[in-house]
């Protein structure tokens, strides 16, 4: 196991949380078409949905209150589940971290301890009011309901078809899902850095731990973040851009911060006097020559073939080996087993 192996972990995880919200959205699609069609059954003149007959009887108000309600409690779940999520990503980040250090460095072990579910709540609250969970989501609410609001009054002035107000719909829907995708993204990534900052301070007292940041693999990476890859923290583990600077992805401050953050798939990758800690069962990754070969090659490839940080460092660990060992292995279960007990 190595830090990449944990990010890959939580990245399947995350995208399954991100599917089942996707879900949530087409469910809701389903329902809200299923109105529309009860709609058009009911009121329709000739095909269409005349202005005449959805204000009459406060018909068109009527409708919309439902839909309202309806994604109401949508976003009540979508807010529970982003904060279940949110620990999830946590914990698990913090865990497997920890896990990972105190078998490569021992000593670290003694400053690890398995955090109480209302310190996870505590941490991860946002302290900006309104870049908390639920005045996010319910900006999000808002801005669904208003936007169905205006391509049904629009689709029934224009006296469109069912099909016709059916994309306008799946348009707004679709909109609305990929905004939670984001959110959802976001704040699992802003979890993740929360916990490894945790990690690292805890890992610090007991070793000399340092961070590098890691952009991601493709081309979609923002330009500064492209730019910080394979950068090494300051002496206070701060890192910089432009009048913008953070512990790590997704904790930027500064007024640049949000634009820096949103959406950013970007991690620190934690070395650990020097090296980069991998445990895997009969290999000595943190063997001193072994390291020294895969710190140079990694700069090598930075430098001659322009890859990432993270590129460099996966094509390297595939063309080295490091020496063999006999020391017992500890599988993540039996340590957690006992780090828990």
């Known amino acids: 196991m190595n830090q990449f192996d944990i990010e890959d972990l939580l990245d399947k995880k995350l995208m399954e949380a991100e599917d089942d919200l996707e879900r949530v959205f087409n469910r809701r699609l389903k329902t809200i078409l299923d109105q529309l069609s009860r709609m058009f059954e009911k009121y329709e003149k000739d095909g269409k949905l005349t202005s005449t007959e959805m204000v009459k009887y406060n018909r068109f108000d009527k409708e919309m209150a439902r839909i309202t309600q309806m994604l109401t409690?949508?976003?009540?779940?979508?807010?529970?589940?982003?904060?279940?999520?949110?620990?999830?990503?946590?914990?698990?980040?913090?865990l497997l971290s920890a896990y990972l250090i105190s078998q490569v460095q021992p000593p670290a072990a003694q400053g690890f301890s398995l955090?109480?579910?209302?310190?996870?709540?505590?941490?991860?609250?946002?302290?900006?009011?309104?870049?908390?969970?639920?005045?996010?989501?319910?900006?999000h609410r808002n801005e669904t309901v208003r936007k169905i609001n205006i391509e049904l009054a629009q689709g029934i002035q224009a006296g469109e078809s069912y099909w016709v107000m059916a994309k306008?719909?799946?348009?707004?829907?679709?909109?609305?899902?990929?905004?939670?995708r984001t959110v959802a993204r976001t704040e699992a990534g802003r979890a993740r850095s929360i916990a490894g900052e945790k990690v690292f301070e805890e890992a610090s007292a007991y070793s000399k731990a340092t961070k590098v940041w890691t952009s991601s693999l493709d081309t979609r990476v923002r330009k500064s973040h492209r730019k910080l890859d394979g950068q090494d923290a300051d002496k206070n583990g701060v890192f910089h851009y432009k009048s913008n600077y953070t512990l790590a992805p997704r904790l930027w401050v500064g007024i640049d911060a949000a634009s820096l953050s949103i959406n950013c798939r970007c991690v620190v990758i934690y070395k650990i006097n020097g090296k980069l800690p991998e445990y895997r069962r009969g290999r000595d990754y943190m063997d001193d020559q072994y390291q020294q070969k895969l710190a140079d090659r990694i700069e090598q490839y930075m430098a001659d073939e322009?890859?990432?940080?993270?590129?460099?460092?996966?094509?390297?660990t595939k063309e080295l080996q490091p020496p063999s060992t006999v020391i017992p292995f500890v599988t993540y279960e039996e340590w957690y087993k006992e780090f828990a007990a």
């Open 168 to 180: 306008r719909l799946k348009r707004v829907l679709g909109f609305s899902s990929n905004k939670a």
């Open 73 to 94: 409690d949508d976003y009540r779940q979508i807010v529970k589940d982003m904060r279940a999520l949110q620990e999830t990503q946590y914990l698990e980040k913090y």
């Open 306 to 316: 322009s890859m990432t940080y993270k590129q460099a460092v996966k094509k390297t």
């Open 115 to 139: 955090p109480s579910p209302a310190t996870v709540k505590e941490v991860l609250l946002n302290p900006i009011a309104e870049l908390t969970l639920p005045k996010i989501l319910q900006q």
